[in-house]
Structures are given as C-alpha cells and as structure tokens.
C-alpha cells in the first residue's frame, strides 16, 4: 500500500496533482484544502496518500494531513459515499468542521455539499456520530461497542422513524440499563410530554 508520495511537484490542477518521487510522476486527487497546501510546479510536497483499487481502476488520493486521509477513509466507509464525495466533503469543510458537524448531528451541513442528498447526509450521521468525538484537537476515533445500550436504543429509534435529534432529545432523559429498557422509557416520557402539550 502507497502510504504518502514526496517529491517535486510537477503539476497542480483544480483537483488533482502530480508529483514525482524516485522518478515516477504520482497522480494524486486531493481536496480543495490539500491544494491550497501544495506549492507551485517545481515546489517539494509530502502527501499523505490513499490508494482506492477498484475492478476498472487504481486512483491515488493525496492529503496535506493524517488527519484529512483518517477522515477520508471514515466518509469512504459509509454506504453510498465514495471517494468523490468524501473529497467534495473535505474542499467544503475542514477536519475540525465535518468532526463537529458528525458529533452534532447537523445533517443539514452536510447537504450543502455537491452530491450529498438528505437521506446520505442523513446516513453520515447515523453510522459516524458515535465514532467522532471533537476535541479541538486532530480528529479522535472513538470504538463504540456493538452492544452498547445506548448506541442500540438510538438505533432503535431511528428504526421506528424518528429523526437522530428526535432519538437523542428522547434518550437524554430516559432510564435503563438495557437497550429495551431505554427504548421503553423514551418512548413513555415522549407520550407523557405530547400529552402535557
């Protein structure tokens, strides 16, 4: 596997580059932000690199950062997503940006983005909230366990149709050691504040 590509830049485009390393010219697609991090033809550039086989083609993604590529791999991951779209992802928004937006639930941010409808962006959050923590800092990864209450009652919610911010509202005040448990509480204390209204 091409982990990164360093060497001399021998051409920049609006979304891809070339660089030569060891005499081999590396064509690279990177994002708007990688660009704008990529000197001039003749400049000397490390990219951090991602290579993407597929039955009718081998393409070689380049990132500025270990970061933008964790993320890369993370978007890629999600059914629906793929590469050119991740990269859409990260020329409209930043690490730090797509980490919050994942965290907060904020699927209206990522339907600015060309190629991203309601039901994907939709889908992004729901398989990538749990695995995002912000912190400020380069983005953290975090494993959640498949039988984890929680992330299987918000599954579950999501199931019988409520929206992700729905899930969540409902699952701050509900009470359960078990994922039916929590389900069940939910759904009451959402009965007993739609009477109250």
Known sequence: ??????????HKAID?????AAGVGYRLSVSGHTLDAVPQSGGHITLMAELVVREDAMQLYGFATADERQVFTLLTSVNGVGPKVALAVLSSMSVTEVETSLAAGDAPRFQKVPGIGKRTAERLIV????????????????????????ALAREGLLGLGYNPAEADAMLASATGETAEALISSALRTSAIGGAAA
């Open 127 to 150: 398989e990538l909230k749990d695995k995002v923590v912000p912190s400020g800092e380069p983005v953290v990864i975090r494993a959640v366990a498949p039988d984890e209450p929680l």
């Open 1 to 10: 596997m091409i982990a990164s590509v360093s060497g001399k830049v021998l």
């Open 16 to 20: 891809h580059v070339v660089v030569e």
